[in-house]
């Protein structure tokens, strides 16, 4: 890894190291197998212990087809605001672990500068359930925002999805699926260095500090199930499969150069540019996967976190996408 660690930024290199060797690696579908929970659940209590005081949190719940409930998490400013954006986020780890208290961190920025109300919903993980429960559940959420968004004080033209990793993968799958569906509409997306592409060849930065791309292959595995490695992967599980971009909202995503999913982002940026989606993209050399979450101190996490809130706050002034005729 020695090489790939020199072509971090300076500030960078420490922290990739640490949890590089926290992590270990993951060389098999059976490191990834085992149960995450304990793990989540220090994940959720550390995140609850730590909310902001300008931010309110409080849980609901989804009812699923299986007669199971899909908890979810909402994050609103502590004095709440009507007509202001409604905002799914969806968290990252590899589609096999993580809560979504893991993201209110992320989108304390959001709430505060702009009011928004934040649907975060803990999504079936891979390790319980392969695709598509993770879309489902995302979609599920995305309804539920659409639906209780006038108690919620949210504009119903000005849904978002935005998620880091998995999570940005599981944005644009929600995004197409919804295109598709024709059942609600979004007005604006943020997948950040988004997971999107089964294919990504196990010799694409297999020294890759945090996630690399022998893990990536093996958590795609998990997540795909007995689809894996046939031609039965839809885009909707894997949106680096879709061949028609057209309809898709406005995007804004980054992706460090040094992370495994640099390519397929920047093909995906490409893609929904040549349809003529509105794109605002941005490389960070020198920069490795999740770097903006595990050193939230470095200069190219204050640049990425920068861009990214800017071009938040532009979204919330120019993007507005009404509900389809008939939608609640």
Known sequence: ?????????????????????????????EDLRRPPGAVNRVISEVARRRVPKTLRVHEESVPRADGSRLRLLVIRPRRPRRDVPGLLWLHGGGYLTGEPEQGIGIVRSFVEGSGCVVVAPAYRLSV?????????????????LRDHADELGVRRDQLAVGGNSAGGGLTAATTLYARDRGEVSVAFQMPLYPMIDDRTPVDVLDDAPVWDAVTNRNAWSMY????????????????????DHTGLPPTMTFVGDVDPFHEETTRYVEALRAAGVPVEFRVVEGAFHGFDVIASSARATREAVAFRDQWFGHAVRAYRAPQPPGAQ
């Open 1 to 29: 890894m020695s090489d790939t660690l020199d072509r971090l930024q300076p500030d960078l290199r420490l922290p990739a190291r640490l949890m590089s060797a926290a992590l270990g690696r993951q060389r098999s579908v």
């Open 128 to 144: 319980d359930a392969p695709y598509p429960a993770a879309r489902d559940d995302a979609y599920a959420a995305l309804l539920w």
């Open 224 to 243: 795909l199930g007995d689809r894996d490695g046939t031609d039965d992967v839809p885009a909707y599980a894997a949106p680096a499969r879709c061949t």
